[in-house]
């Protein structure tokens, strides 16, 4: 089984020692570079080449890659909100429950990610939310960039005028002479830990979209910043009090090399049942698995299901002081570079475990399979969502339930009755 070539970049910020080990212990033989492999492990810039029409390259069976052709719908911050909300408005014209607001006109179920608007396309439509709260603050990023580059804070509309305006002609800039931002109502009360704000990095793995089956990675982690959070407007610029970003954080004076500002998910649970109880922890995370899966249902119909990809992202969540969970984010190629010893032993254990689902028991890939994997291959993953065994079962009530009211089928059984665990969120 060849795997492997030169002329297929590294993905930029993964350590190759990890993946080389992963494909070692497999018996994945690594060739040299004038030679064909099966596996891919590719950078989203190489994917894009991969399945452009100039190309005209095709897959074989035997050959998988490590991404959906347009990851990009869910991953560049202006289309996941844009398929988020057109995906609310095709639940509205069908009369879903999910889909009501309440008396202010404000979704219930479907209010996950914070108020956003694509700059500049739609900067008027800014100015007038902003004006109905001026003493809001509002964080502005770059489209389709990641690590906190080129991101900042704005409370004032005078910021974004000097930001949006062209030295020259005092005119707004289009589209093609400046880089698309979104602008989004930033979480100004997010749950503090040590007085410090953080939020989560989750894995999720997609194998194939329609039917939609992705898969919950159990050893996510927080990552926490390095200086104490305040909402005062003159540290807005600080941000190493706002972004939680390890590229960020680890310039700071206060960094700890030791453990990275991180903390496991399983210790955050530990905390917020011994604080905040046991049933409200399990209610947060349900919501949080409804986010994620969501999210994935509002890109599904768009999202070109090629039989040769299936792909792992990074999802980070923050949570706010009443405990509800905002999507910020969702990233393609989550770092897998480890800062500490703890985050090498979690990042290898993500790859051998992704690469066992996307390729079971290391045997040459058949993109024909149909990529259910067996329960002992998932290791620390656990099956999320999987809309086919929900419909043929009968319990895919999403589309009828509410989260956190409507019990549903989890898919794994409980160790007493033998029957299905009930969960909230489906």
Not at 75 to 80: A, I, Q, V
Not at 224 to 233: A, D, G, L, N, Q
Not at 333 to 344: G, K, V
Request: one cysteine or more; hydrophobic letters at 35%.
């Amino acid at each position: 089984f060849r795997i492997m070539a030169g002329k297929v970049k590294w993905v930029t910020d993964i350590e190759k020692s990890v993946l080389i080990n992963n494909f070692e212990k497999r018996g994945w033989i690594q060739v040299a570079e004038n030679e064909d492999w099966n596996f891919y492990w590719m950078s989203v810039q190489t994917i894009r080449n991969v399945f452009s029409v100039e190309t005209g390259y095709r897959l074989s069976d035997d050959q998988i890659v490590n991404h959906f052709p347009n990851h990009y719908e869910l991953t560049r911050k202006d289309l996941m909100v844009k398929n988020i909300k057109r995906y609310r408005k095709e639940l509205e014209k069908e009369g879903s429950p999910l889909a009501e607001k309440d008396e202010n006109g404000k979704y219930i179920y479907l209010d996950f990610v914070p108020v956003t608007f694509m700059l500049p396309a739609d900067y008027n439509l800014f100015v007038e939310e902003f004006r109905k709260n001026p003493s809001s603050t509002w964080i502005m990023k770059p489209c389709g960039k990641a690590q906190g580059k080129g991101i900042f804070l704005i409370n004032k509309l005078s910021q974004i005028k000097k930001w949006s305006r062209d030295s020259k002609t005092s005119s707004f800039v289009t589209q093609s002479s400046k880089e698309a931002y979104v602008i989004s109502l930033y979480i100004n009360n997010p749950l503090l830990i040590g007085g410090k704000k953080f939020d989560l990095r989750l894995y999720v793995l997609v194998s194939t979209y329609r039917p939609l089956r992705c898969y919950m990675y159990k050893l996510g982690f927080c990552r926490f910043c390095t200086v104490k959070y305040t909402p005062s407007t003159s540290e807005l610029d600080n941000m190493f009090v706002h972004l939680t970003n390890v590229a960020i954080q680890k310039h700071g004076d206060d960094y700890n090399h030791i453990h990275g500002g991180k903390w496991t998910v399983s210790n955050l649970r530990l905390y917020l049942e011994s604080t905040r109880g046991k049933e409200v922890t399990n209610k947060l995370f349900d919501e949080i698995h409804w986010i994620i899966v969501q999210s994935l249902k509002a890109v599904a119909p768009v999202m070109n299901n090629d039989k040769h990809c299936f792909e792992c992202y990074g999802y980070d969540i923050i949570i706010d002081d009443k405990l509800k969970p905002w999507l910020i984010e969702v990233n393609a190629s989550p770092s897998l570079t480890s800062s500490t010893a703890n985050d090498r032993i979690l990042k290898y254990n993500l790859i051998n475990d992704t690469l066992n689902i996307a390729v079971p028991n290391g045997e040459i890939p058949d993109c024909k399979w149909n990529k259910s994997p067996p329960k002992e291959v998932l290791g620390n993953y656990e099956v999320l969502y999987d809309e086919e065994m929900a419909q043929s079962d009968g319990t895919d009530r999403d589309l009828r339930g509410r989260p956190g009211q409507s019990p549903g089928v989890k898919g794994s059984r409980a160790r007493d009755s033998g029957k299905p665990v009930l969960t909230t969120w489906k």
